[in-house]
């Protein structure tokens, strides 16, 4: 394992980096689907259904500070049993990282290059992650860190200048017109959270693993709060009725958006930047996130032999999809499936290492205290 030598404010920016991603554009269309004007308050459910899980990842992390999921779940509920776990995460993110390539080609394709076939913006997203993931978790959570602000930054400030164009009134009622559809509204949200997950691998190489609960109460308020104001942005610019018949509410505000005294028109051009750099990012974790937990799994001390191994498998189930209509639908009912694995897969582990008094190495979970000292 890599010395320990990522801050908290390194994992805050991965987990944020890492949530901010492809599901952006379709987000709004999500939420009004769900609830019409109660859209916001969907998505904050959502946030907070999110952050459950994100809690009990940190906290099966600060048990256990020297050890990734795969390990610390032999210990808890046996190897057989944890492999299955193990196998079922490794293709979960597997065919995450799949359909994030694949929306990103079907937008690109759709809005810019519309000569290009999708294979082409897929595979050489796909090659890129791939190159990037070669590196250890230290790199990994710096190439985060780098990129956080010029995600966060661009994304505030359209949405604040949107506000111009904005109705209150588009926001009401804020429950919504049919509350019946907030439940299954809210575990599709929450599914554009489950990058988080990422935070298992990277709590083992934190400098202070005891600190694994701020980093998340900073990560997901970042990201779950420029989610709720993009959505609610969104809604009171065009209405629940209209965001129905938009495929991308969230390209369509920027495309409705102007810099003061029309130095810039539109800001959609910069925007698909900034998403395009959010797309990576994403990408980026949930690909390093497989080869990484791969390696684990057959205790193996490098990651870089999956890096291109799983390129073709990863690519291949991109293009199954038929259309833009199935991969969405493909795409709400792996989330909600993924649930399972990324809430419920953790919350079973915690509760059992509770009861059975098991626990890591308490050292490095300590370290922390002693630095105050």
């Given at each position: 394992?890599?010395?320990?030598?990522?801050?908290?404010?390194?994992?805050?920016?991965?987990?944020?980096?890492?949530?901010?991603?492809?599901?952006?554009?379709?987000?709004?269309?999500?939420?009004?689907?769900?609830?019409?004007?109660?859209?916001?308050?969907?998505?904050?459910?959502?946030?907070?259904?999110?952050?459950?899980?994100?809690?009990?990842?940190?906290?099966l992390?600060?048990?256990?500070?020297?050890?990734?999921?795969?390990?610390?779940?032999?210990?808890?509920?046996?190897?057989?049993l944890?492999?299955?776990?193990?196998?079922?995460?490794?293709?979960f993110?597997?065919?995450?990282?799949?359909?994030?390539?694949?929306?990103?080609?079907?937008?690109?394709?759709?809005?810019?290059?519309?000569?290009?076939?999708?294979?082409?913006?897929?595979?050489?997203?796909?090659?890129?992650a791939?190159?990037?993931?070669?590196h250890?978790i230290?790199?990994?959570?710096?190439?985060?860190?780098?990129?956080?602000?010029?995600?966060?930054?661009?994304?505030?400030?359209?949405?604040?200048?949107?506000?111009?164009?904005?109705?209150?009134?588009?926001?009401?009622p804020?429950?919504?017109?049919?509350?019946?559809?907030m439940?299954?509204?809210?575990?599709?949200?929450?599914?554009?959270?489950?990058?988080?997950?990422?935070?298992?691998a990277?709590?083992?190489?934190?400098?202070?693993?005891g600190?694994?609960?701020?980093?998340?109460?900073?990560?997901?308020?970042?990201?779950?709060?420029?989610?709720?104001?993009?959505?609610?942005a969104?809604i009171?610019?065009?209405?629940?009725?209209?965001?129905?018949?938009?495929?991308?509410?969230?390209l369509?505000?920027?495309?409705?958006?102007?810099?003061?005294?029309?130095?810039?028109?539109?800001?959609?051009?910069?925007?698909?930047?900034?998403?395009?750099?959010?797309?990576?990012?994403?990408?980026?974790?949930?690909?390093?996130?497989?080869?990484?937990?791969?390696?684990?799994?057959?205790?193996?001390?490098?990651?870089?032999?999956?890096?291109?191994?799983?390129?073709?498998?990863?690519?291949?189930?991109?293009?199954?999809?038929?259309?833009?209509?199935?991969?969405?639908?493909i795409?709400?009912n792996?989330?909600?499936?993924?649930?399972?694995?990324?809430i419920?897969?953790?919350?079973?582990?915690?509760?059992?290492?509770?009861?059975?008094?098991?626990?890591?190495?308490?050292?490095?979970?300590?370290?922390?205290?002693?630095?105050?000292?």
């Open positions: 394992m890599e010395t320990r030598q990522i801050t908290v404010i390194q994992a805050a920016a991965v987990l944020v980096s890492t949530i901010i991603g492809v599901g952006v554009l379709a987000l709004p269309l999500f939420a009004v689907r769900a609830a019409d004007s109660g859209g916001p308050l969907v998505t904050f459910m959502a946030m907070l259904l999110a952050f459950v899980g994100l809690i009990l990842i940190a906290r992390g600060m048990r256990f500070p020297d050890e990734t999921i795969i390990h610390y779940s032999e210990k808890i509920i046996g190897k057989w944890a492999w299955i776990g193990s196998v079922l995460i490794i293709l993110f597997a065919v995450l990282t799949s359909l994030t390539a694949r929306e990103f080609g079907e937008v690109v394709v759709t809005s810019v290059l519309k000569s290009t076939p999708v294979e082409v913006t897929v595979i050489v997203m796909l090659l890129l791939a190159i990037s993931t070669r250890g230290t790199t990994f959570a710096h190439i985060h860190t780098f990129y956080f602000p010029f995600l966060l930054v661009p994304a505030l400030v359209i949405a604040a200048l949107s506000l111009k164009n904005a109705e209150a009134i588009n926001l009401l804020i429950w919504g017109n049919d509350p019946g559809g439940l299954k509204g809210t575990l599709t949200i929450a599914a554009l959270f489950q990058g988080a997950f990422v935070l298992t990277v709590i083992p190489s934190m400098k202070h693993p600190k694994a609960m701020k980093a998340s109460f900073w990560g997901m308020l970042i990201a779950g709060g420029l989610y709720v104001i993009i959505v609610a969104t009171s610019v065009f209405g629940s009725e209209e965001i129905k018949k938009l495929l991308w509410p969230t369509e505000l920027a495309k409705a958006t102007s810099l003061p005294a029309n130095i810039l028109e539109r800001m959609d051009a910069a925007f698909l930047a900034v998403w395009v750099t959010a797309v990576f990012t994403t990408l980026f974790s949930s690909y390093f996130f497989t080869i990484y937990s791969m390696s684990h799994l057959f205790r193996l001390k490098e990651h870089k032999l999956f890096s291109y191994f799983i390129l073709p498998f990863v690519f291949v189930m991109a293009m199954l999809p038929k259309n833009i209509i199935q991969m969405y639908e795409i709400e792996v989330g909600r499936i993924g649930l399972i694995i990324t419920a897969y953790p919350g079973l582990l915690l509760i059992v290492s509770i009861l059975r008094k098991k626990r890591g190495n308490p050292v490095a979970y300590n370290k922390n205290v002693d630095h105050k000292r």
